[in-house]
């Protein structure tokens, strides 16, 4: 019943893995654990540090020659037409060697599928190339102070003028804003229609030169990943609407829905090494026999493994070519969850009973405490686990919408 | 280096096709009604529904070789077929064939094999495994039955429990402890010194029996001594079919509440649509769709021989019993008054859920199972 891949994926997997291995700069694995997870903030400093290695753009430079950035976007437009297949095999291959899959982060995400799927040809043309060399980085506009899980009231204000669009107004919680060059922006551009009607995906030029000021957010565990943006006659040309004026709500619910096939797949690769560090830390502290403990670990290991299995049935129904099934809109639940209530158990088990910090300026924690505060973030951000359920609800059960009280 | 390898979980046309036809075919004899209907009566099934499990649908031998009357099927398809059974509740014995005939298989005595496998393959005979004791099922460190050789044979004496439909079963396989250490035996429904009660079960779509053995005529299968490996192995295989069958059972009872919550109506509304309701419906889905995953991961592991059988297993049965409970209880909250009613199904769905979480060992107990395997 175990399928192994057939002759032409388990070449290309060969492929790919000799290709990294003969393109990899020696000791690009060895200066961070690339499959750390985002969400584990404090942790995951070590990627960004080192990304600023010249070993890591060398690596850069020899994926964007050998034509492995957003491989899974049309020959067309400078990718190589990958299926989710494909893409997943790369994505696995590049946690197998331990080196880091290069991303463009939102632009290569939310961006480009949105071009792909709702820009001219004229517009991929002009936007998708900048994606790829990583000239243009996208930060993303979407929530606002008074907008976050009911996206489509947004306010801030898109005006046309001319040839352009002006746009005034307050966006927040921007994560990648200290290195993007562009935001993408969901605005207002008729006040007078239905609210999910009046809105329009633009592009825009992300500089203080264009009169937007950003001022970082401090969040819980001391870093300062986001920010809040403040647009005051931010000024963008109409070609960079994207799908059309007030067709945004559209290109924006597209881009969100974009699928990211490969990500399940790999999923548990980076929450695995995450669990043998926690048998370590309670060893260490003498608790490995505690039956309490014992039990928490047993169910720790059980939902790392239970998004391996998830990763392989995602993978079976891409092999068989099908949709996405039920599995795919639980899993951003499953992990979130999952590693809010690990963080409360694991802080349990932490030197000094999780009380003490390491001593050095600012707010370092230990991997524990990073752990208890940055994964209160994976229930909010790209959809709050209370979202999360109203579409597992309503899209996979059918249940009825809740009766709405204004349009 | 992760092994890349896919599994596949994509089902076959003639994987559909067996569980199309057994669904029609418990529909129309072996319904949920039916269950309730049998739960109060003797023996507790029907015995001519048994017999077409076998005859007519091919589904008791499906696991076993050709040569030995059986399928020659994978535990994928076994798995099918109980997910099947366990939406209805059949309370025959389905499962304890399927776990005796796995037991057989596992302990490779060839003999054994061809004298008792064509029977109840093709459902002329019903068999069951006796290996529970008050430690708990499958254990080879707390055996308290004890085989010795008289007379040319082997007599056993002492006593197990929990016997699946052990009060009816024609064959009994019986984990004993020799001088040389734990084996294996089967004993006939017939012999003397054997006796058998039917317990009153909180599950009373699942008949339990205590089996008695005094001087009871056994015969070996395997060597003397070498029952530990295929009783383990036949464990594992034992959980992963249990963890199959309650993942049946979760989705009928979640087809249930769905049903209410989309036609019941309070406040002018479908209760469907409340928020309160279909936040803990999602929570479900989350518990329902993992389980049924690490299921089916755990049958095709068992069929293509993976190492992490043990693991797999506890995990699939510690969390198909987790999430079994918590839908039946949401089952009766979400239906209020009526779901606390004998009359409602709700409770059959409840009481088979809490039963499943113990039947094979609690649910501490397989994550216990667990850690140990990983070496932790």
């Known amino acids: ?407 | 280096m992760a092994e890349i390898a896919a599994v596949n979980f994509e089902l076959a046309d003639y994987q559909r096709d067996l569980v199309d036809a057994t669904r029609q075919f418990l529909g129309a004899r072996a319904s949920l009604g039916q269950s309730r209907k049998l739960m109060t009566a003797e023996p507790g099934f029907d015995a001519a529904v048994h017999r077409q499990l076998g005859s007519e649908l091919g589904l008791l031998g499906l696991h076993v070789p050709e040569e030995h009357g059986g399928a020659g099927a994978g535990f994928t398809e076994v798995a099918l077929a109980l997910q099947e059974t366990g939406r209805v509740l059949y309370p025959g014995p389905y499962l304890p064939t399927i776990i005796a005939l796995e037991l057989l298989l596992q302990a490779g005595d060839a003999a054994a094999l061809a004298r008792l496998g064509p029977p109840l393959a093709d459902g002329s005979a019903t068999a069951s495994v006796a290996w529970a004791e008050s430690a708990g099922p499958g254990r080879v460190d707390h055996i308290t039955v004890t085989g010795s050789q008289a007379g040319g044979g082997w007599v056993l004496r002492g006593s197990k429990r929990f016997v699946i439909n052990g009060d009816t079963a024609d064959v009994l396989l019986v984990s004993a402890l020799t001088p040389e250490g734990p084996s294996l035996f089967s004993v006939s429904g017939q012999a003397s010194g054997l006796t058998r009660t039917r317990r009153p079960t909180l599950d009373q779509t699942r008949s339990l029996a205590d089996v008695g053995f005094a001087d009871t005529p056994a015969e070996l299968i395997g060597a003397a001594g070498a029952a530990a490996r295929p009783i383990s192995a036949a464990f594992d295989r034992a959980c992963a079919a249990l963890a199959a069958e309650t993942v049946g059972v979760t989705d009928a009872t979640m087809e249930l509440t769905l049903g209410y919550l989309k036609e019941r109506r309070q406040f002018g509304r479908l209760i469907g649509s409340f928020q309160a309701l279909k936040h803990r419906c999602a929570d479900l889905v989350l518990a329902i769709e993992l389980a049924r995953c690490a299921a089916d991961y755990t049958a095709r592991a068992i069929d293509a021989d993976n190492d992490d059988i043990t693991t797999a297993s506890a995990i699939a049965l510690s969390e198909a019993a987790l999430a079994a409970q918590r839908v039946a209880g949401e089952c009766i909250q979400m239906h209020g008054g009526i779901g606390f009613t004998w009359e409602h199904d709700a409770h059959l769905f409840f009481k088979r859920a809490r039963a499943s979480a113990a039947l094979l060992g609690s649910v501490a107990g397989h994550r216990e199972r667990l850690l140990q395997s990983i070496g932790v």
């Open chain 1, 1 to 407: 019943m175990q399928l192994q891949l057939t002759g032409e994926l388990r070449e290309f997997h060969e492929e790919i893995v000799g290709w990294i291995h003969d393109h990899a700069p020696r000791g690009l694995s060895e200066l961070a654990d690339w499959s750390t997870p985002w969400g584990n903030m404090a942790q995951y400093q070590q990627v960004v540090r080192a990304r600023q290695h010249e070993l890591y753009a060398d690596w850069e430079k020899a994926c964007v020659e050998g034509q492995l950035i957003c491989p899974q976007w049309p020959q067309a437009v400078g990718g190589r037409g990958w299926d989710a297949i494909h893409a997943a095999i790369f994505d696995i291959a590049c946690h197998e060697v331990n080196v880091p899959r290069i991303s463009r982060g939102f632009g290569e995400w939310l961006v480009g599928p949105s071009l792909l799927l709702q820009g001219t040809l004229e517009q991929q043309q002009a936007f998708l190339p900048p994606i790829m060399s990583g000239q243009d980085i996208y930060c993303q506009g979407f929530s606002e102070p008074n907008h976050g899980s009911d996206l489509a009231a947004v306010e801030t204000k898109g005006v046309v003028d001319g040839d352009e669009i002006v746009i005034s107004g307050q966006k927040v919680w921007t994560s990648d804003a200290t290195d993007a060059n562009m935001i993408f922006v969901l605005c207002r551009t008729d006040p007078e229609a239905p609210k999910h009607a009046g809105l329009s995906f633009v592009l825009v030029p992300f500089t203080p030169e264009n009169n937007i000021e950003v001022r970082p957010i401090m969040m819980i565990n001391g870093i300062a990943d986001f920010c809040e943006d403040f647009f005051d006659n931010a000024r963008a040309p109409l070609f960079n609407v994207i799908g059309g004026l007030n067709n945004g709500w559209r290109v924006a619910m597209t881009a969100l829905s974009y699928e990211r096939g490969a990500d399940a797949t790999t999923q548990h690769l980076s929450y695995l090494p995450e669990f043998w560090a926690l048998v370590e830390q309670a060893s260490a502290r003498g608790r490995l026999t505690d039956p309490p403990v014992r039990q928490r670990l047993a169910w720790a290991y059980a939902n790392v493994e239970l998004m391996r299995y998830a990763g392989l049935r995602s993978l079976s129904r891409l092999l068989a070519g099908g949709p996405p099934g039920v599995l795919e809109s639980v899993s951003k639940l499953h992990w979130s969850e999952y590693q809010r209530e690990l963080g409360e158990f694991a802080i349990e088990l932490d030197d000094d009973f999780g009380l003490i910090r390491p001593d050095g300026p600012g707010y370092p924690v230990t991997r524990w405490q990073d752990l208890y505060l940055s994964s209160r973030s994976g229930t909010i951000y790209s959809g709050t686990s209370e979202i999360q359920r109203n579409i597992i609800a309503e899209r996979v059960l059918g249940l009825p919408k809740e009766p709405r009280v204004n349009g």
